[in-house]
């Protein structure tokens, strides 16, 4: 069937038509005309299917829609939520929860204006030019797709994050969602933007009771100026039963570095993708994941490395590990566009298999148009090593402990990539506790 002969209904995601659309009128003018240019994509987009690559290995039927309901915007919250264990361990400090959101200022880099952290509200009238530039900008290079037009027309959080030039932020932003209540749609919407030869470092956490059901939809838009460097770390945590879509952005210009680390450990289905582009000479990205698939969990990601300049660098590491009757899918692209000469590209999926009934799929490819160049990919899918395991038995380990101790082993090298030592070890605890005393 083509998208001509498609229904309007076989258009929309249930939950989400042209009546589900804010329609109060309070928005800022910028913002309505935003959700209006995104909604249209959204509505001529057929939903994808299993015939589609991408989706191949995880039916999109796999996400009940019509189970939930569209949790209403958020507004903010002018009393301050309880701290969290990490808060004093950064500048600002976003709390979002399902009553609201609150931006605490810890550090006065608000006040002093060396960092802007606004609701995209209040940012579409304070900062309304880039908020026209960076908002559904350049970094979305392989549009349209389904997901992200659904989040660019119905957000009810949006944040924008921005670093003045030469401005150099040590200990950066915190964002920390919580959400509780059962039966929702959560759909964040983050913008940053680090400008020319400034330093930003963004982490994020997501969490949610084990037995809330809750569908969260999700996108994000990073662009790293000439000569910025920015670091973003995103830990998820949810309960045993919510599904996640994300879709992430993310364009480094002339002479930036990019550092991505992102850890995908809770949920029931999650189905994330990333894509960065490199974009002008001496741009740098650097992109990390680590992901567990315990239990019936089911994890699918995909990157793409897009490289649209000559003379720029990436290098991709995603280790995981599947559990029980634990699924994951990878599947990675390089893409080097015509005359991307001299371009250095490596793309390499790890995966561990603990147990009969487990399964890893990996899929990395290349797309190469030019010549005078440096791609590689790999990936590898096993068991622990049996002469690794003996060693540490003879040892007097107990072998439930040298399991764990073996798997951890083979998660350092991405743990370790993260800035923060208090989020390290909390990925930590996570991966013991999901390899247990028996593996």
């Not at 566009?337 to 371009?343: D, G, L, N, S, T």
């Not at 439930?400 to 923060?420: G, S, Y």
């Given at each position: 069937m083509t998208t001509a002969q498609l229904s309007v209904e076989d258009m929309f995601v249930p939950g989400f038509d042209e009546s589900s659309l804010p329609s109060d009128g309070s928005e800022p003018a910028l913002l309505r005309e935003k959700r209006a240019a995104a909604f249209a994509k959204y509505s001529e987009l057929p939903m994808p299917t299993v015939r589609d690559?991408?989706?191949?290995?995880?039916?999109?039927?796999?996400?009940?829609?019509?189970?939930?309901?569209?949790?209403?915007?958020?507004?903010?919250?002018?009393?301050?939520?309880?701290?969290?264990?990490?808060?004093n361990e950064f500048d600002v400090v976003v709390t979002v929860t399902d009553e609201?959101?609150?931006?605490?200022?810890?550090?006065?880099?608000?006040?002093?204006?060396?960092?802007?952290?606004?609701?995209?509200?209040?940012?579409?009238?304070?900062?309304?030019?880039?908020?026209?530039?960076?908002?559904?900008?350049?970094?979305?290079?392989?549009?349209?797709?389904?997901?992200?037009?659904?989040?660019?027309?119905?957000?009810?959080?949006?944040l924008f994050i921005y670093v003045p030039a030469k401005t150099i932020i040590t200990r950066?932003?915190?964002?920390?969602?919580?959400?509780?209540?059962?039966?929702?749609?959560?759909?964040?919407?983050?913008?940053?933007?680090?400008?020319?030869?400034?330093?930003?470092?963004?982490?994020?956490?997501?969490?949610?009771?084990?037995?809330?059901?809750?569908?969260?939809?999700?996108?994000?838009?990073?662009?790293?100026?000439?000569?910025?460097?920015?670091?973003?770390?995103?830990?998820?945590?949810?309960?045993?039963?919510?599904?996640?879509?994300?879709?992430?952005?993310?364009?480094?210009?002339?002479?930036?570095?990019?550092?991505?680390?992102?850890?995908?450990?809770?949920?029931?289905?999650?189905?994330?993708?990333?894509?960065?582009?490199?974009?002008?000479?001496?741009?740098?990205?650097?992109?990390?994941?680590?992901?567990?698939?315990d239990k019936e969990q089911h994890i699918d990601q995909c990157s793409l490395q897009l490289h649209s300049s000559a003379n720029t660098y990436s290098n991709l590491l995603y280790k995981g590990a599947v559990k029980d009757k634990g699924h994951s899918i990878y599947q990675g692209v390089i893409d080097a566009v015509p005359h991307a000469v001299k371009v250095d590209a490596y793309q390499m999926n790890n995966n561990l298999i603990l147990n009969e009934g487990a399964r890893a799929d990996s899929l990395p490819g290349l797309e190469i148009d030019a010549d005078d160049l440096k791609c590689s990919h790999g990936a590898t899918c096993g068991n622990l090593d049996p002469n690794h395991l003996?060693?540490?038995?003879?040892?007097?380990?107990?072998?439930?402990?040298?399991?764990?101790?073996?798997?951890?082993?083979?998660?350092?090298?991405?743990?370790?990539?993260?800035p923060h030592e208090f989020m390290r070890e909390r990925v930590r605890e996570n991966v013991r506790h999901k390899v247990g005393v028996a593996v």
């Amino acid at each position: 069937m083509t998208t001509a002969q498609l229904s309007v209904e076989d258009m929309f995601v249930p939950g989400f038509d042209e009546s589900s659309l804010p329609s109060d009128g309070s928005e800022p003018a910028l913002l309505r005309e935003k959700r209006a240019a995104a909604f249209a994509k959204y509505s001529e987009l057929p939903m994808p299917t299993v015939r589609d690559e991408e989706w191949r290995r995880t039916d999109p039927e796999m996400f009940p829609f019509d189970e939930f309901t569209p949790a209403p915007a958020l507004a903010p919250i002018s009393v301050a939520p309880e701290s969290g264990p990490w808060d004093n361990e950064f500048d600002v400090v976003v709390t979002v929860t399902d009553e609201g959101f609150h931006i605490n200022d810890a550090a006065n880099m608000l006040a002093e204006k060396k960092l802007v952290v606004q609701s995209l509200a209040d940012a579409a009238v304070n900062y309304p030019e880039m908020l026209k530039r960076y908002m559904q900008g350049e970094a979305r290079v392989k549009q349209p797709r389904k997901f992200t037009t659904l989040v660019d027309a119905f957000w009810n959080f949006g944040l924008f994050i921005y670093v003045p030039a030469k401005t150099i932020i040590t200990r950066g932003v915190l964002i920390r969602y919580t959400h509780k209540t059962p039966g929702r749609v959560v759909i964040p919407y983050l913008v940053a933007v680090a400008d020319e030869l400034s330093e930003l470092t963004i982490a994020e956490q997501y969490e949610s009771p084990d037995l809330v059901e809750l569908l969260a939809l999700s996108a994000r838009e990073f662009y790293a100026k000439q000569g910025a460097i920015l670091r973003a770390a995103s830990l998820q945590e949810w309960g045993g039963k919510t599904y996640h879509i994300g879709e992430d952005w993310v364009r480094a210009e002339r002479d930036a570095r990019v550092d991505w680390v992102s850890f995908l450990l809770g949920g029931q289905l999650s189905k994330m993708m990333v894509s960065c582009d490199v974009a002008a000479p001496n741009s740098n990205a650097y992109l990390s994941g680590l992901f567990f698939a315990d239990k019936e969990q089911h994890i699918d990601q995909c990157s793409l490395q897009l490289h649209s300049s000559a003379n720029t660098y990436s290098n991709l590491l995603y280790k995981g590990a599947v559990k029980d009757k634990g699924h994951s899918i990878y599947q990675g692209v390089i893409d080097a566009v015509p005359h991307a000469v001299k371009v250095d590209a490596y793309q390499m999926n790890n995966n561990l298999i603990l147990n009969e009934g487990a399964r890893a799929d990996s899929l990395p490819g290349l797309e190469i148009d030019a010549d005078d160049l440096k791609c590689s990919h790999g990936a590898t899918c096993g068991n622990l090593d049996p002469n690794h395991l003996f060693y540490l038995r003879s040892r007097g380990l107990p072998e439930a402990e040298a399991r764990q101790l073996l798997v951890m082993a083979f998660f350092e090298e991405v743990i370790a990539r993260v800035p923060h030592e208090f989020m390290r070890e909390r990925v930590r605890e996570n991966v013991r506790h999901k390899v247990g005393v028996a593996v």
